[in-house]
Nanobody, 115 residues
Framework: QVQLVESGGGLVQAGGSLRLSCAASGSSFSIKRMGWYRQAPGKQRELVAAFTSGGSSTYADSVKGRFSISGDNAKNALYLQMDSLKPEDTAIYYC?????????WGPGTQVTVSS
């Protein structure tokens, strides 16, 4: 079992920054196969950024150059630095981890970007 809890969301003006954190527990921690997804109202959940099974990072085209994913194995934590935020980044952001055939999700944290 893996438990994930996101934090760091909030209300920010366009052009601002936020740093999301995901605290993981319950399993041997590795940033591999961990990532961030988001879901805006009326839209499907989409990948924002993730670490692959090989440990490399991948980003959605819409956030490239603005968002950065990182992790700290010693702290069992995953981060998402979000800069130059836009109103269209408004969504609930979820932390995700795949372990074998199982996929775990956190409850999400709301990010709202005002124009």
């Amino acid at each position: 079992q893996v438990q994930l809890v996101e934090s760091g969301g909030g209300l920010v003006q366009a052009g601002g920054s936020l740093r999301l954190s995901c605290a993981a527990s319950g399993s041997s921690f590795s940033i591999k196969r961990m990532g961030w997804y988001r879901q805006a109202p009326g839209k499907q959940r989409e990948l924002v950024a993730a670490f692959t099974s090989g440990g490399s990072s991948t980003y959605a085209d819409s956030v490239k150059g603005r968002f950065s994913i990182s992790g700290d194995n010693a702290k069992n934590a995953l981060y998402l630095q979000m800069d130059s935020l836009k109103p269209e980044d408004t969504a609930i952001y979820y932390c995700n981890k795949a372990v074998g055939i199982y996929v775990y999700w956190g409850p999400g944290t709301q990010v709202t970007v005002s124009s």
